[in-house]
C-alpha cells in the first residue's frame, strides 16, 4: 500500500480537522459579524425610537404653535375688527366734534350779537327812562302850570261874576 493508503485515515482526519476548524473558523467569525450586526441593529433600533420620540415631540409642538398661530391670527383679525369699528367712531365723533365746534363758533357768534343787542337796548332803554324822568317833571310842570291857571281862571270867572251881578 502506498503513503496515501496508509496514511489515509490521518488525512482523512487532518481533512476532517480541518473542515471542522474552517466551520468552527466561520462559525466564530460570523457569530462576531452577527453579533455586530445586533448590536449595530439594536444601536439602530434605539437611534430610530429615539428618533420617533422626538418626531412625536417636533409634531406635538409643531400642532402647539400651529395652534398659537391660529389663535394668533384669529386675535390679529379680532383686532383689526375692533380697529377699524374703533376707526369708524374717531371719523363718526371727529365729524360731530367738527359740527360741535361749528355750533358753538354759531351761538357764540349769536351771543356776542346778542349781546351788542343788549347794550344797544339797555342803552335805549336808560335813554327812554331818562326821557321819561324828564317828561314825567315837564308833565309835573305842567301840571302845576294847569293847577296855576286854573286857580286864575276860577279866579277870572269869580271877578267875571262879580261884575256881572253886580
Not at 490521518?10 to 462576531?32: E, S
Not at 344797544?120 to 294847569?146: F, K, M, P
Request: hydrophobic content about 30%; charged content about 25%.
Amino acid at each position: 500500500m502506498s503513503y496515501l493508503g496508509k496514511h489515509i485515515n490521518l488525512i482523512l482526519l487532518l481533512v476532517l480537522l480541518l473542515v471542522v476548524g474552517g466551520i468552527a473558523g466561520t462559525t466564530v467569525f460570523y457569530q462576531q459579524v452577527l453579533s455586530q450586526r445586533t448590536t449595530d441593529y439594536e444601536t439602530t433600533t434605539n437611534t430610530l425610537a429615539s428618533c420617533e420620540t422626538q418626531l412625536a415631540n417636533y409634531k406635538d409642538q409643531l400642532q402647539r404653535r400651529e395652534s398659537e398661530l391660529n389663535n394668533t391670527a384669529q386675535d390679529i383679525q379680532k383686532y383689526d375688527r375692533i380697529y377699524e369699528s374703533c376707526q369708524a367712531e374717531l371719523i363718526d365723533t371727529k365729524q360731530s366734534l367738527d359740527e360741535r365746534q361749528q355750533q358753538l363758533t354759531s351761538v357764540t357768534l349769536q351771543k356776542e350779537q346778542f349781546k351788542a343787542r343788549l347794550a344797544q337796548v339797555q342803552s335805549e332803554l336808560d335813554q327812554a327812562r331818562e326821557l321819561a324822568g324828564r317828561l314825567n317833571t315837564r308833565i309835573s310842570e305842567l301840571e302845576d302850570d294847569i293847577d296855576t291857571l286854573q286857580s286864575r281862571i276860577n279866579s277870572c270867572e269869580d271877578q267875571l261874576d262879580a261884575c256881572q251881578g253886580g
